[in-house]
């Protein structure tokens, strides 16, 4: 098996490897939570055909099924048998894989031949399980991975129905890369005082860079185009949110001249089995793919994931996002976010223990469409600090006109203002009246005061209305309208 695992080109173990193996061959119960990527698989593989090698007994059950693997996909199905080989390609024990979309014929033949591994999607198991065509009543040892995926496409009840055609004792690997609350349920109700392994937090690689870029749904097209020309990128995968855009975006990309193959639900699984070799070989630059049909893809060449839709959970970003930055490699994450991902975009934020770089697309044409490079909250926090600065200027103006009027008015002037309008007298012993604010004047042949002319309310009466030509418009914008109704437009 050593050998096996030194040409699969393992010569260090991962620190979920070296963390859950000991405690898979001790024979304990094991819940291990890592992110994608991490080299889960090995760390279930290797245990199981350890415990193969030492189980030399010769019985009439020999091969009799000792060990299932219940996964969400067929991809992770076909991925997960292809460690199995590698690994244990120098060993006796052969494996076979089960899931639907296939012909379930050959299937039947082989488990009628015997097999020591069985890695299955649970909806096909059932299948065999209802028509009697498999026996699991000798399996020694139960692998659940990817078990958060499985929730995710409600294949927990199906996973509970298999569970009451396994014997007890066995035992149990439980392998997800988060966990809500119904894994946990589940995990209580299969687990025999399980040892916990949790690499890090629950969230994307560290070697995975992310940038948030704003958009539109009309411009995503032509910005993922402009992208892709002007970046220096490996493999790359692009996510979408439905089957449909998968396919149409793949067709649009290939016609611009990218290597690209399409990756969704709607396929048929040798077309599905084709693009994903097709990708790992290098055939095809890019991978457009919906969330569920790329599970279990592990192309350790993948260096950009673009999220050309913001995916619905952050659980669902975490898978995305693990398809890059694999065996230390490192990865940038690119996702096209519109105005409704704000909310998922915090959550994000939040698990990520930062903020996540806002970027505009350099010499991208946005068509009137203006990317804002600030969040929400530092936008509204800009927005209060403006208004909070503009009112404490509005409220300094105002107590320095109210300080500079108190210091102007003095309470024993006779005629109440600021200043005695009598500034002295002249050589004839008339008082001058010298202020020129105040509204009366004094004559001095008379030696009385006369009300001045209000000059504000006599430039009011004169004042006339200017359109943009600089014409003058006494009647006003709402006359001109009403002026030009019923004339034919030029």
Do not use: W
């Not at 611009?256 to 070799?277: C, E, Y």
């Amino acid at each position: 098996m050593l050998s096996g695992v030194e040409s699969a080109g393992y010569a260090e173990p991962t620190p979920i490897q070296e963390r859950s193996i000991p405690i898979a061959l001790d024979g304990h119960d094991l819940l291990g939570l890592a992110q994608t990527g991490t080299g889960k698989t090995a760390a279930f593989v290797l245990p199981i055909l350890n415990r193969l090698s030492k189980n030399t007994r010769h019985t009439e059950k020999q091969k009799a099924i000792k060990a299932l693997i219940v996964v969400p996909t067929r991809e992770l199905a076909d991925q997960v048998n292809q460690a199995i080989e590698d690994y244990g390609q120098y060993t006796e024990f052969n494996s076979i894989t089960i899931y639907g979309g296939v012909n379930k014929n050959p299937q039947d033949d082989k488990l009628a031949i015997g097999t020591d591994i069985v890695v299955a999607c649970p909806g096909r198991l059932l299948d065999h399980i209802r028509e009697r065509s498999i026996d699991l009543s000798s399996v020694d040892i139960l692998v659940i991975d990817e078990a958060d995926t499985m929730c995710d496409m409600g294949f927990l009840p199906d996973v509970r129905l298999i569970l009451e055609h396994l014997p007890k004792p066995r035992q149990t690997l439980f392998f997800a890369a988060t966990m809500p609350p119904e894994i946990r349920e589940l995990t209580s109700d299969m687990l025999d005082k399980p040892k916990t392994v949790q690499i890090g937090i629950l969230a994307p690689a560290k070697t995975v860079s992310h940038a948030l870029y704003p958009t539109t749904d009309k411009i995503k097209k032509r910005m993922v185009m402009h992208l892709l020309e002007r970046t220096a990128t490996g493999q790359v995968m692009i996510f979408t949110r439905t089957k449909r855009r998968a396919r149409f975006l793949a067709e649009d990309l290939e016609k611009t001249g990218f290597r690209v193959a399409p990756l969704q639900g709607n396929m048929s699984q040798n077309k599905r089995q084709k693009a994903i070799d097709g990708f790992r070989k290098g055939k095809y630059d890019i991978l457009v793919a919906t969330d569920l049909a790329s599970r279990g893809i592990d192309v350790t060449e993948v260096t950009h994931v673009i999220n050309f839709d913001m995916p619905n959970t952050v659980d669902t970003y975490i898978h995305r996002i693990g398809r890059t930055g694999r065996a230390h490699n490192q990865g940038e994450a690119f996702t096209f976010c519109v105005h409704e991902d704000e909310a998922l975009i915090r959550k994000v934020e939040r698990v990520l223990g930062n903020r996540i770089e806002r970027r505009k697309l350099d010499g991208f044409d946005y068509g009137g469409y203006t990317p804002t490079l600030s969040s929400p909250e530092e936008t509204s926090s800009r927005n209060k600090a403006s208004t909070s600065r503009s009112i404490s200027t509005n409220e300094g103006r105002q107590h320095s006109n109210k300080q500079g009027r108190f210091k102007r008015r003095r309470p024993n002037s006779p005629n109440g203002r600021g200043r005695s309008s009598i500034q002295g007298r002249d050589n004839n012993g008339i008082p001058r009246h010298a202020s020129r604010s105040d509204s009366t004047s004094h004559d001095n042949t008379t030696g009385t005061s006369q009300p001045k002319p209000d000059a504000l309310s006599h430039r009011r009466s004169n004042s006339k209305t200017f359109n943009h030509k600089g014409k003058s418009n006494s009647q006003g914008l709402g006359s001109r309208r009403n002026s030009n109704r019923g004339r034919a437009r030029p």
